[in-house]
């Protein structure tokens, strides 16, 4: 984004105050300049710190509760001010990385961003389209899920249609695409968990 702004998670972090550091455990982090931080470092930050919150509507997504499961217990905006050490990437991260760099060459911007979003989980959007998802309660169309798995296997079974379909290197076939694209789009719950069901279907066709 132009002003160099993006999401950030942060595993381990601590605020000083007064000369004293705080541990904080997770939190969920805004800002500008994040947009050219790498995996690994560390991050120096003013920021506006608030608990993780739902939103209002009845049924919505339960965000506080899916961030607390993962040790996330705040979220913050503010400015990035410094930034040490240097960034460690899988060689999946760092294909994804080259794959939403060419969305971003091909696309205009906001298409780019959403693209890079859906396709490979990676990329960031705009913070006010992003917060009218949220309080909308559909932040969850702008993740990667198992719409999207249903259409990569989908896809390899049309690639793989010369293979008999009950044969064992049709499924291994499947079964290594599902995980490559599990990795690609960064592995999250939801998409490991339909890349196994979707590899699990493909087993029971196997005889």
């Given at each position: 984004?132009?002003?160099?702004?993006?999401?950030?998670?942060?595993?381990?972090?601590?605020?000083?105050?007064?000369?004293?550091?705080?541990?904080?455990?997770?939190?969920?982090?805004?800002?500008?300049?994040?947009?050219?931080?790498?995996?690994?470092?560390?991050?120096?930050?003013?920021?506006?710190?608030?608990?993780?919150?739902?939103?209002?509507?009845p049924?919505?997504?339960?965000?506080?509760?899916?961030?607390?499961?993962?040790?996330?217990?705040?979220?913050?905006?503010?400015?990035?001010?410094?930034?040490?050490?240097?960034?460690?990437y899988?060689?999946?991260?760092?294909?994804?990385?080259?794959?939403?760099?060419?969305?971003?060459?091909?696309?205009?911007?906001?298409?780019?961003?959403?693209?890079?979003?859906?396709?490979?989980?990676?990329?960031?959007?705009?913070?006010?389209?992003?917060?009218?998802?949220?309080?909308?309660?559909?932040?969850?169309?702008?993740?990667?899920?198992?719409?999207?798995?249903?259409?990569?296997?989908?896809?390899?079974?049309?690639?793989?249609?010369?293979?008999?379909?009950?044969?064992?290197?049709?499924?291994?076939?499947?079964?290594?695409?599902?995980?490559?694209?599990?990795?690609?789009?960064?592995?999250?719950?939801?998409?490991?968990?339909?890349?196994?069901?979707?590899?699990?279907?493909a087993?029971?066709?196997?005889?």
């Amino acid at each position: 984004m132009e002003d160099g702004g993006a999401y950030l998670l942060l595993r381990e972090a601590s605020f000083l105050a007064d000369g004293q550091a705080y541990d904080l455990g997770g939190v969920q982090l805004w800002a500008e300049g994040a947009a050219y931080v790498a995996k690994g470092q560390e991050v120096w930050a003013e920021i506006t710190l608030s608990p993780v919150t739902n939103s209002p509507n009845p049924g919505a997504f339960d965000a506080r509760r899916y961030w607390f499961t993962r040790g996330v217990r705040y979220e913050a905006d503010g400015q990035v001010v410094g930034v040490r050490g240097q960034a460690s990437y899988t060689p999946f991260e760092r294909l994804r990385a080259h794959l939403l760099d060419r969305v971003e060459a091909l696309w205009p911007e906001e298409e780019a961003q959403m693209l890079g979003l859906l396709l490979l989980g990676g990329g960031d959007v705009d913070p006010e389209l992003r917060a009218s998802y949220q309080a909308s309660g559909a932040a969850h169309v702008l993740a990667v899920s198992g719409l999207h798995v249903g259409f990569v296997a989908a896809l390899l079974s049309l690639l793989l249609w010369p293979l008999p379909r009950a044969s064992l290197g049709r499924l291994l076939c499947l079964a290594a695409g599902l995980l490559g694209y599990c990795l690609l789009a960064g592995a999250s719950a939801s998409t490991q968990r339909a890349s196994l069901m979707a590899a699990a279907v493909a087993a029971a066709r196997w005889r």
